[in-house]
């Protein structure tokens, strides 16, 4: 969680009253939980401004409805605290509030992100999405807006509440649905990053591929993936080639290398720290520990789901043009074999001598 220390010490000192329940709301006179928006930043719009969207009990002009005044020139101070007048009528929102996760401006003021007049935002808010979330997630938005591999839902449509309920939710994070059925949601339609590549399609790529990985079939898409954005290729939470073709360096792979041991591709001669061995001669070395042209781990493993043992895939794109090339991987007793793929058929036995 990342505030301005400012906020944060305030936070600190203000945090019993935030937990508390609305219907125990402090009353007008008490500190609120949070540096509320200054009250002429609520106010209706100017009659010279377009609106786009109006709240009922607003357009009936009936401002003693909240207000202790009637002249809509000077309607004073609030009959009551805000969220008990907005969930007087907004009566499902009291449970809302209570949800295991709470948000805690909405428990303190709707109006943190609402206005109760008027608007040109959707949903009657103060301002687009992002810049509401930003005024207290400041760093996350503009870290979001400066990666160099973005998500396109952070900023865009609904933005962050594509996947959080800002209101309060019963999972951690204010997650709207878990992680992996939010991703899948999207990532179920035909998609194009932002250089116009066709994304797959989630569902039909774990329906056809039986063998999942192991974070994958955890449920675990965040295991490898930021779902704000990244400066990593394909918004991936570590170091990981892009390429086919990379040159080989632990650091470059350290996004296996967080589950699985670098040894697996460090030593030219092993009996021990890979099964990929013909003999004692490590493959893997031989394959990806190269100072030029080593083959990345996509070459043979898909990084999600396959159809068979380890993670292999049946093909991979090769090069720009769409060809794939053909893996034809086939096991065996104590090793197993390629054929007719870089190279003709080779197989490799570990018990080799
Ligand atoms: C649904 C409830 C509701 C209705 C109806 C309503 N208001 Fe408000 N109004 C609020 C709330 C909530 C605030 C924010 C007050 C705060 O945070 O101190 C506010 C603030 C304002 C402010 C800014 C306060 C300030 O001191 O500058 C103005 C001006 C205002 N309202 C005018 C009106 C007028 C005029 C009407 C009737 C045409 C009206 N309101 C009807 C809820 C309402
Ligand atoms: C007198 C009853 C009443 C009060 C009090 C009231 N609302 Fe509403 N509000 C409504 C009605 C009616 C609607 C329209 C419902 C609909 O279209 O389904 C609405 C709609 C909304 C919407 C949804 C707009 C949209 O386009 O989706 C928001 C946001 C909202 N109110 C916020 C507030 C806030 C914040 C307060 C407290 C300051 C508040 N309301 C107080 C009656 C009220
Ligand atoms: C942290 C910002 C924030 C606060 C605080 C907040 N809202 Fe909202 N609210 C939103 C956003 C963003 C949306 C639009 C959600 C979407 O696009 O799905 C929304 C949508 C709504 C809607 C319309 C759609 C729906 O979810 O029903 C209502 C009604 C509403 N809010 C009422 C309230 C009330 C009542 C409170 C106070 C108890 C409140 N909001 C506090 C950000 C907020
Ligand atoms: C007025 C300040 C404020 C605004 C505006 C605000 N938040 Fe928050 N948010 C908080 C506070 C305070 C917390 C609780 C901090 C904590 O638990 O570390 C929080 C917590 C969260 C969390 C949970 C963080 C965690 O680690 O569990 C998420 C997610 C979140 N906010 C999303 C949003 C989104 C999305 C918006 C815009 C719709 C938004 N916030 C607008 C103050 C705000
Ligand atoms: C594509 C879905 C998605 C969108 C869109 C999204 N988030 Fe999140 N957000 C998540 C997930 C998933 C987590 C949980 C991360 C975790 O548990 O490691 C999260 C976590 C958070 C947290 C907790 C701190 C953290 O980094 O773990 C905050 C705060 C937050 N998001 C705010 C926002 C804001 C503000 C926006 C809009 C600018 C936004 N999110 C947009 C999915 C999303
Ligand atoms: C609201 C829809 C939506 C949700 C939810 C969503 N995505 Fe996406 N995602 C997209 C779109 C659209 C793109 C296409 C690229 C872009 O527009 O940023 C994309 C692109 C991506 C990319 C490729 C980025 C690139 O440009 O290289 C990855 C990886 C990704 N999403 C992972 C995830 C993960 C993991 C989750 C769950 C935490 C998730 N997405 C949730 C809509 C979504
Ligand atoms: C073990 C790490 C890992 C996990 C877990 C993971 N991914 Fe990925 N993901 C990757 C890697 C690595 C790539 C880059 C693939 C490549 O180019 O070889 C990628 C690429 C993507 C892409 C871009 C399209 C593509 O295939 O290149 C999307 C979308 C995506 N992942 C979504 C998800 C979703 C949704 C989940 C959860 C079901 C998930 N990922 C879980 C590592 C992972
Ligand atoms: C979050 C931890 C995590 C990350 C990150 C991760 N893996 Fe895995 N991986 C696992 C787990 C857990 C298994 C299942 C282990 C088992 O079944 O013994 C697994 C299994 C595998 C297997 C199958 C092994 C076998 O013999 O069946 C391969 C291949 C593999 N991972 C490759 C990769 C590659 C390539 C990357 C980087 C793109 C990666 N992993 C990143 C956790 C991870
Ligand atoms: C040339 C193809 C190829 C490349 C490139 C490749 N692997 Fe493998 N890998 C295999 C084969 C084949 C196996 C299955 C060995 C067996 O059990 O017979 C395997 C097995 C594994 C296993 C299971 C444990 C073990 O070592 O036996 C892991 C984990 C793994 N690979 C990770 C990776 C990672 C990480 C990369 C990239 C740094 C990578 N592989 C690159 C072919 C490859």
New binding site residues.
């Given amino acids: 969680m990342h505030f301005p220390s400012g906020l944060l010490l305030f936070l600190a000192a203000a945090a019993p009253a935030a937990k508390a329940p609305?219907a125990a709301a402090p009353d007008a006179g008490q500190a609120p939980a949070l540096p509320r928006p200054m009250a002429s930043a609520l106010a209706p719009l100017p009659a010279s401004e377009r609106v786009d969207w109006s709240h009922s009990p607003f357009e009936a002009a009936d401002c003693s409805l909240c207000h202790k005044g009637r002249d809509p020139k000077k309607p004073g101070p609030l009959v009551k605290d805000t969220?008990e007048l907005?969930?007087d009528c907004?009566e499902d929102?009291a449970e809302i509030?209570k949800r295991k996760t709470p948000?805690p401006?909405?428990q303190d003021?709707?109006t943190?992100?609402?206005n109760p007049h008027n608007s040109r935002q959707?949903?009657l808010?103060r301002a687009d999405?992002t810049t509401?979330?930003g005024e207290c997630h400041a760093d996350l938005v503009k870290a979001a807006r400066a990666a160099k591999v973005g998500h396109s839902p952070v900023t865009t449509g609904?933005a962050?509440?594509s996947c959080h309920d800002?209101?309060g939710s019963s999972l951690p994070k204010l997650l709207d649905r878990p992680a992996f059925e939010l991703c899948l949601g999207c990532h179920t339609r035909e998609l194009t990053d932002s250089s116009g590549k066709k994304l797959p399609s989630f569902k039909r790529l774990l329906d056809d591929n039986p063998k999942w990985h192991g974070p994958v079939a955890a449920k675990n898409c965040l295991a490898c993936h930021q779902p704000h954005g990244s400066d990593d290729f394909r918004l991936l939470a570590a170091d990981y080639p892009a390429k086919f073709y990379a040159p080989f360096d632990a650091k470059a792979y350290e996004l296996c290398f967080k589950c699985h041991d670098s040894a697996l591709a460090q030593a030219a001669q092993t009996t021990t720290a890979t099964r990929f061995r013909d003999g004692s001669r490590n493959l893997h070395f031989v394959h990806v520990n190269r100072p030029d042209l080593g083959r990345t781990c996509r070459a043979c493993h898909d990084a999600h789901a396959a159809q068979q043992d380890h993670l292999l895939r049946g093909s991979v794109p090769y090069g720009t043009s769409g060809w794939v090339l053909k893996l034809n991987y086939a096991p065996g007793p104590n090793g197993g074999s390629c054929e007719k793929t870089c190279h003709n058929t080779r197989s490799y036995d570990r018990q080799k001598k």
């Fill in positions: 609305t969220n907005c969930l907004h929102f509030l948000h401006p909405a003021a709707c943190h992100c609402h959707k949903h808010l999405v509401l979330c609904p962050c509440a800002p209101h």
